[in-house]
């Protein structure tokens, strides 16, 4: 039903006529493959988001398969019911930050011969496992990149206990995955020395700031976004959501234009006005991602809807898109070009805050369907009876969380993953068709509409 409703909306969308070289193609699924750090989706949500909107006539799957407190060795045991079961045509793999074991390190540096030799196994371990996972993939002639960790924050100064030396570790971590994406010849995307560069160069201002977060472990919406401008840069996705070039004629600006289509350009004294469809949409911006943008050039580099004006005589000119004032600007402005990704009261950036909502719902039943996969993989394997039995299994996840997290720090959360996944674990079917539904529903509100351009000097 899946690849029946994909195939239908690539035909009946048709495709673009500027093409654009992109990494993943119309009809591609994509498995995003790790631990919480990936279960909760940030990073692979915003290239997704990315994706859909600059090529909404080239569908995608992007499936989110990852689990919290993930090892390699989890990623194997789930690998047939949890990630194959997909069908991949690519596989993108982010592991280490569990695989180090960060409870054989501590608030101070140790020269313990015993401890020492349970870091080092831990990651040879990770080393043999990450290698067997790679095979698995490869073997089925299914895509892999790969994703050097994510950093631990062990340099911040706040409340959180300190692991130091974890980073260190998953530094080590992330030059074997540099081995094996050499081995192998696969691409890999570099998080660990970004998010290192920046975290440094934070902290080197304000000794309390992390671009992790408070449990040193986990990015916030900007590191996220961070990591969605590494994945996007590292595989050369393409700048330009449009390049809108107005000249003397529609012909003439149709050529120096791409993609998107100009009609009816006329130039006259005291303005301009055409009607332009673009091919794409602007990527659109959460208020807590803005620190993000000031840490790397994300619009700059990923999201450029420029509208340059050739012959621009007058001091100050208005700008509206069907009929409603986008801003004023000067000749210079006009001949240099403005990015229209920077006006957010554009139809074409509200537009894709509409993609963006649709998404966002997906992504919230793509969050349950993981807590189910959490607590069935991670607590539930344990269990000898009925799942259907819903009775019998609250007494025993109830049980498990008073003998072993009661009294740990992530008591509350196993105490909300239990209680979810009790309300969830019988609507998986159902959760999982409204993610099929808003993906297409995500794709047709992506399509692109004509508006009418109109700039006129401004006395």
Same mark, same amino acid.
């Given at each position: 039903m899946k690849s029946i409703l994909f195939i239908f909306l690539i035909?009946?969308?048709?495709?673009?006529?500027?093409?654009?070289?992109?990494?993943?193609?119309?009809?591609?699924r994509v498995c995003f493959v790790g631990n919480s750090i990936t279960a909760g989706g940030g990073f692979h949500?915003?290239?997704?988001?990315?994706?859909?909107?600059?090529?909404?006539?080239?569908?995608?799957?992007?499936?989110?398969?990852?689990?919290?407190?993930?090892?390699?060795?989890?990623?194997l045991k789930r690998m047939n019911s949890d990630i194959l079961i997909h069908h991949p045509t690519y596989a993108v793999i982010k592991l280490g930050m569990n695989d180090v074991m960060r409870k054989y390190y501590g608030s101070i540096p140790t020269n313990n011969v015993d401890t020492l030799r349970l870091r080092e196994n831990a990651i040879n371990v990770y080393k043999e496992k990450f290698d067997s996972i790679i095979h698995i993939f490869l073997?089925?002639?299914?895509?892999?990149?790969?994703?050097?960790?994510?950093?631990?924050?062990?340099?911040? @100064? $706040?409340?959180?206990? &300190?692991?130091?030396?974890? /980073?260190?570790?998953?530094?080590? *971590?992330?030059?074997?995955?540099?081995?094996?994406?050499?081995?192998?010849q696969l691409p890999v995307v570099d998080y660990w020395t970004i998010l290192?560069?920046?975290?440094?160069?934070?902290?080197?201002?304000?000794a309390s700031a992390t671009i992790i977060g408070q449990d040193r472990v986990h990015p916030g919406a900007e590191g996220h976004l961070i990591m969605a401008y590494q994945f996007l840069k590292t595989t050369n996705s393409p700048k330009y959501v449009?390049? @809108? $070039?107005?000249?003397? &004629?529609?012909?003439?600006? /149709?050529?120096?234009?791409?993609? *998107?289509?100009l009609k009816n350009v006329e130039v006259k004294k005291?303005?301009?006005?055409?009607?332009?469809k673009e091919n794409a949409l602007p990527f659109p911006i959460s208020d807590d991602q803005k620190q993000g943008l000031e840490l790397v050039s994300f619009i700059d580099d990923l999201s450029v809807e420029q509208l340059v004006v050739n012959h621009c005589t007058a001091n100050k000119y208005e700008l509206t898109i069907d009929d409603s004032i986008i801003g004023f600007f000067s000749a210079a402005e006009l001949s240099k070009g403005i990015n229209l990704s920077n006006c957010h009261n554009t139809p074409q950036y509200q537009q894709a805050n509409t993609v963006k909502t649709i998404l966002n719902k997906l992504w919230k039943d793509e969050s349950d369907i993981r807590t189910i996969a959490f607590v069935e993989y991670n607590t539930l394997n344990t269990f000898?009876?009925?799942?259907?039995?819903?009775?019998?299994?609250?007494?025993?996840?109830?049980?498990?969380?008073?003998?072993?997290?009661?009294?740990?720090?992530?008591?509350?959360?196993?105490?909300?993953?239990?209680?979810?996944?009790?309300?969830?674990?019988?609507?998986?079917?159902?959760?999982?068709?409204?993610?099929?539904?808003?993906?297409?529903?995500?794709?047709?509100?992506?399509?692109?509409?004509?508006?009418?351009?109109?700039?006129?000097e401004v006395n």
């Open positions: 035909q009946a969308l048709g495709y673009l006529p500027f093409a654009q070289s992109t990494l993943f193609k119309a009809g591609d949500h915003n290239i997704s988001l990315y994706y859909t909107t600059r090529f909404p006539n080239q569908p995608l799957t992007f499936i989110n398969c990852g689990v919290p407190g993930d090892q390699c060795y989890n990623v073997s089925k002639n299914i895509k892999v990149i790969l994703q050097k960790p994510t950093i631990y924050d062990q340099t911040a @100064i $706040i409340k959180k206990e &300190n692991n130091f030396g974890v /980073n260190d570790a998953l530094k080590v *971590c992330a030059d074997y995955i540099q081995t094996l994406a050499d081995k192998y290192n560069k920046i975290n440094t160069d934070l902290q080197k201002k304000e449009a390049q @809108i $070039i107005i000249d003397n &004629n529609t012909k003439r600006s /149709n050529q120096l234009s791409t993609n *998107c289509t005291g303005g301009f006005q055409f009607k332009v000898q009876g009925n799942l259907n039995d819903l009775g019998a299994v609250k007494t025993y996840l109830d049980s498990v969380y008073s003998n072993k997290f009661s009294k740990t720090e992530y008591a509350s959360y196993y105490k909300s993953q239990f209680e979810k996944y009790l309300k969830l674990c019988s609507m998986r079917k159902l959760l999982t068709d409204e993610v099929e539904k808003l993906r297409v529903k995500a794709y047709q509100a992506a399509q692109p509409v004509e508006h009418q351009f109109a700039i006129k």
